[in-house]
């Protein structure tokens, strides 16, 4: 298969301009500047190229709320908070292909008329960070960024920002109260960042591995983009796989890819030739599937929906038949817990109580009722709070609970 | 103008107004902690949590705005048990020390309890445990394992005073309400903290483990503290004030009130007078009433008008003031002049705190009375309270041959008096003082008069009437009708502005 | 002590500062600075970031303690941070960590004696296909084994 995303990644050298122009890299400027924005914003559109940071939203769309007959300035943030439990796409694409990420929010701030885009990168990816300001340097250097970009007269500057260490800063209200220097708390929505986001201005965030789409989109045409994937999930999709595999590592599929395709063949098949016993599709926050359910499911929007999980951020965790689901869910609760914002109390409160009664289950002190509280919390947190890290909690502990009770019931003192 | 259902009732309001101030609007009350309407919107303590048909997850009312035809459920099962279920997380790491706890009586995780869960807690584990006794700035302290972090007493910090000393360190539920290390909560506001706290996180030092505050009354009341007339309402208990807690009055204090204003209270309770007083050989002595009348009677019969100086006061009320006028008037006084409280260096500032720390200079001047200069062949000196510093070392100086004075606390004015009269404070009786935009607002009588004080007007009266002047002993309503031509039901809630003829 | 930048270090805080309409959103960017020149964020530091930023030290504060790579105390000349969420779990992290407490003999969240060793768990670095990992000071260091960590602590002489 073709790769859009990936393509570049096996060359030497792929990071610098040099390679990147010479695959064809920054050509598509050309093309763009030729467009309006709002055509731009059309064939992104057209593409049905939606978010690849977890929720899926359609890219184009996005764009579109952004007000234009206001004076404000806009802004393009990009997402590269990967910070996602099973996810290290963004990483790579920062590390072996940063060009395409820059032609794409050269793109995506054309189209929304932003003159500033900031990076938002997590604050360990010291290596990725190294990768994007070298990157941008050449950039600025070649005419790409700056004033008066190939004299199209629009003008680009695009800043790295670095996190310090909180998985919610990859939400995207949050990302914007940690750049303008407040603790990452999500902020209320209405209003929606599209009409006051950054600085109180028309902002659009997106995931690194969404703008790294754009050049191709804007390349060879919504109807390329369109021929990948399916018809409801166009296009391409980066997928993380980890855990038990022979070949764990960043696979590009298109949508609709067999998720037992991508295990047994990809990656080379279940490590030692253990058995298949679990697979979390789409980073740590979506419900569990359990083996037969894995073996069915393909990976794009729908088809993980009609499975009852998520496509997520594409972060496949294969756990195999040693696995205790039990030490695994506790693991998330001590993740969620942890990087809980502190902000509204249902997720302050209950990430914590949750995995302090896992702790307990783990440490042989369950006691009849533990599992029934744990289910009630996780009722109770969901769908009741500022942004979704409560949801992210509630949904393993609801499905781990649903398909592994026997596991956790064989913890719990009996009566 | 949308027009939206709540509980079945119809209400019309302004556009972007909020599910819950238009739930308010039409007296349903919706659970809350965080909201605030004079704070910005935090939405995270998500006890305001109601059903609105077609969507998709319940909202919180404090951000969701009203829009023509939504239909907003705050009563059923289903609302109440995700009031239930909030409270039950909030509550899990909560001391639950209420027996010792200032806020007990006024706190709403009680009274949410009591209306929606009155069932044993379900959480069985370690609660995290933070910094308790908390000592976080002059007139405040903390209990970080009460705070509920719902970030009032922050956001008021950032936002109403602009000092921005609070802050919430570190995330999850080791989330903690604190200053930067080693400062302090030390604003002139920061007892507006703990008005706002919804728990008992932040109490007051000079209130806590004073008076429990189910034994507390609360009668409205206008603060003596500085010119612009802070609503108040005074808490006491016995014949003791407690507190003053601010009331509100959106143009004049909005719902705050002043540190400084709010602990003036003291003279109220301490230093009072109680009998009157007579000179005896060079010496005042306590007396009964009638011989300190008879003594001002035989004085003020003795000397003839032109002998007489009658000093009111930018402290006492308008009722007061205008009895004082209406003697010297009825004895065919002229010279009228009024005294002040004078500070050093007065504080002020462009929110609540006014330079002049008289309640009532525009209403003493209003009614005639002239700044005092004394005079240089003062005889008979006819005074109310509150005689300025700058004042008082002018009338030593000029020493007249008698200070009669009308005083309710000791004073070194007292000391230079030749007869005293007891007087009841403010909060001991119902008149009005005019704040420095000309605002006549209203007091109410909180406290019976101490010993064998009486308000200066009721004194005066006496005085009157023993002199066979054509003058009852009037009520205050009265004299202020005769002094101001209107009646205090015209003076509405937010009290009324001299000169304004509007009537809101 | 107070804090003070460095020459070179003010010169680049008014740079950064430049790139935001707001001086307040180049506090994370200062912090770095100030972590880089003094190796943990002190109160005296905290400081130092209000006055420049414009802003009470309760806002630096508040800041500082939410974000976990802002160290408020003194770290070792090596920081060991140990992945330990999912993938690194299922791939044997816990092994990693007690290796590590054994051959630095540190603690975990502790630091050397000789302040030359810390150790940590943090959670995921966005690593999890070369699980167990851990990030060395600025340095990922993946696909962990036992005799891969003798080497790697052998190196740092």
């Not at chain 2, 002998?307 to 007061?320: C, I, Q, T």
């Not at chain 2, 009895?323 to 462009?350: I, M, N």
């Not at chain 2, 005769?482 to 304004?500: N, Q, R, S, T």
């Not at chain 3, 974000?67 to 000349?77: A, D, I, Q």
């Amino acid at each position: 298969m073709e790769k859009i995303l990936t393509k570049n990644f096996e060359l030497k050298n792929s990071h610098t301009v040099e390679v990147y122009e010479s695959t064809g890299g920054y050509r598509s400027l050309k093309k763009l500047f030729a467009m309006q924005p709002n055509d731009v914003i059309e064939e992104v559109k057209k593409s049905g190229l939606r978010g690849r940071g977890g929720a899926g939203f359609p890219t184009g769309m996005k764009w579109s709320f952004v007000p234009q007959n206001i004076p404000k300035p806009k802004y393009l943030c990009v997402n590269a908070d990967e910070s996602e439990p099973g996810t290290f796409k963004d990483r790579y694409i920062m590390e072996l292909d940063p060009h395409r990420m820059i032609e794409g929010i050269i793109i995506c701030s054309y189209a929304i008329r932003a003159n500033t885009a900031y990076i938002y990168i997590r604050g360990e990816f010291v290596f990725p960070k190294q990768r994007i300001d070298a990157a941008l340097a050449e950039a600025y250097k070649k005419g790409y960024l700056g004033k008066n970009i190939l004299g199209s007269g629009y003008d680009l500057e695009v800043y790295v920002h670095r996190g310090a260490g909180a998985y919610i800063c990859g939400e995207e209200t949050a990302l914007m109260e940690s750049l303008e220097g407040k603790r990452g708390w999500p902020r209320l929505k209405p209003p929606f960042p599209a009409v006051v986001g950054l600085f109180g201005c028309p902002t659009v965030i997106n995931n690194v591995e969404t703008v790294s789409a754009l050049p191709y989109i804007m390349e060879n045409g919504a109807d390329a983009y369109k021929k990948f994937g399916t018809e409801k999930s166009p296009g391409t999709k980066m997928f993380s796989v980890s855990g038990h595999v022979n070949k764990p590592g960043n696979y590009e599929l298109p949508l609709g890819y067999p998720l037992k395709k991508l295990i047994y063949e990809d990656c080379g098949g279940m490590k030692d030739g253990k058995a298949l016993k679990a697979v979390i599709p789409g980073g740590s926050s979506v419900p569990v599937l359990t083996a037969a359910e894995a073996e069915e499911a393909t990976l794009d929007y729908e088809g993980l929906q009609a499975k009852g999980s998520m496509l997520g951020s594409g972060g496949v965790i294969v756990m195999d038949e040693t696995t205790d689901m039990v030490k695994a869910l506790t693991n998330l609760a001590h993740f969620y817990s942890h990087e809980s914002c502190g902000q509204c109390s249902p997720c302050r409160e209950g990430t914590g109580w949750s995995h302090k009664i896992l702790k307990r289950i783990v440490a042989g002190e369950g006691r009849q009722g533990d599992l029934d509280q744990l289910l009630a919390i996780a009722d109770n947190m969901m769908g009741k709070t500022i942004c979704v890290l409560a949801d992210a909690l509630a949904m393993p502990i609801q499905s781990y609970l649903k398909k592994f009770r026997k596991e956790f019931e064989s913890y719990l003192c009996q009566p | 103008m949308p027009t939206l259902t709540i509980d079945g009732k119809q209400v019309t309001v302004k556009d972007g107004t909020s599910v819950f101030e238009a739930a308010r609007q039409s007296e349903i009350s919706i659970p809350h902690f965080c909201y605030h309407p004079k704070l910005t919107i935090a939405g995270n303590c998500r006890m305001c949590l109601v059903d609105i048909e077609k969507m998709p997850k319940p909202a919180i009312s404090c951000n969701t705005v009203a829009t023509e035809g939504m239909v907003v459920h705050t009563k059923t099962e289903k609302v109440q048990a995700l009031q239930k279920n909030v409270l039950e997380f909030i509550l899990i790491n909560h001391p639950i020390d209420c027996p010792v706890c200032d806020q007990a009586g006024e706190c709403r995780l009680q009274e949410y309890y009591m209306d929606y869960t009155l069932t044993e807690s379900k959480f069985r584990e370690e609660k995290v445990h933070k910094p308790k006794k908390v000592d976080l700035g002059p007139l405040v302290m903390l209990d970080d394992e009460r705070c509920i972090l719902c970030t009032r007493c922050v956001r008021f910090c950032d936002e109403i005073s602009k000092t921005g000393e609070l802050c919430i360190t570190n995330r999850g539920d080791h989330s903690t309400l604190t200053t930067f290390p080693g400062k302090k909560l030390d604003n002139k506001y920061s007892l507006n903290t703990v008005d706002i706290c919804p728990v008992g996180a932040l109490t007051s030092k000079p209130f806590r483990f004073q008076c429990r505050v189910w034994f507390l009354k609360s009668t409205p009341s206008i603060c003596t503290g500085c010119s612009t007339g802070c609503n108040i309402n005074i808490n006491h208990h016995d014949g003791t004030v407690y507190r003053y807690l601010p009331r509100e009055n959106e143009a004049v204090n909005q719902v705050w009130t002043c540190d400084e204003g709010r602990l003036s209270y003291p003279f109220i309770n301490f230093g009072r007078l109680i009998w009157g007083m007579l000179k005896k050989e060079g010496q005042l002595v306590p007396s009964s009433p009638e011989p300190v009348l008879s003594e001002v009677v035989s004085a003020l019969t003795r000397m003839g008008a032109e002998n007489l100086v009658f000093v009111g006061s930018a402290y006492e009320s308008n009722e007061n003031n205008a009895a004082l006028k209406k003697l010297a008037q009825g004895l065919g006084v002229t010279d009228l002049q009024y005294s002040a409280h004078q500070v050093d260096d007065p504080y002020s500032d462009d929110f609540l705190i006014k330079a002049d720390k008289n309640p009532n200079r525009a209403g003493v001047e209003k009614l005639g009375f002239k700044p005092f200069t004394g005079g240089t062949q003062l005889k008979v000196v006819v005074a109310l309270e509150g005689i300025g510093k700058q004042d008082l070392l002018r009338l030593k100086e000029e020493n007249p041959m008698m200070l009669i004075l009308l005083a309710s606390n000791q004073s070194e004015a007292v000391e230079i008096a030749d007869v005293v009269l007891p007087i009841a404070v403010f909060a001991e009786q119902v008149g009005t003082f005019t704040n420095f935009q000309k605002r006549v607002q209203k007091f109410e009588k909180a406290l019976n008069p101490k010993g064998q004080t009486r308000p200066a007007y009721e004194w005066l009266g006496e005085i009157a009437k023993r002199m066979n002047l054509s003058w009852e002993v009037a009520s205050a309503e009265a004299i202020f009708q005769e002094a101001f031509g209107m009646k205090y039901e015209d003076l509405g809630k937010e009290g009324k502005v001299l000169g304004e003829t509007r009537d809101k | 002590m107070a804090f003070e930048f460095t020459a070179e270090n003010k010169k680049k805080f008014e740079e950064v500062v430049k790139r935001y309409p707001q001086r307040r959103a180049a506090m994370l960017p200062t912090l770095w600075l100030a972590q880089e020149q003094h190796g943990w964020i002190s109160p005296e530091v905290m400081e130092y970031v209000a006055k420049l930023l414009e802003l009470t030290p309760a806002k630096v504060y508040e800041v500082v303690t939410f974000y976990t790579m802002f160290n408020l105390k003194p770290v070792g000349e090596y920081h060991f941070q140990v992945c330990r969420t999912l993938s690194c779990q299922l791939c044997g992290a816990e092994g990693i960590t007690e290796h590590l407490k054994k051959k630095l003999e540190v603690p975990l969240g502790g630091t050397s004696a000789d302040g030359k060793y810390s150790l940590s768990e943090v959670e995921c670095l966005g690593s999890c296909g070369t699980g167990p990992m851990l990030q060395l000071n600025d340095e990922y260091h993946e696909n962990l084994t036992a005799e891969k960590l003798d080497a790697l602590i052998g190196s740092l002489k």
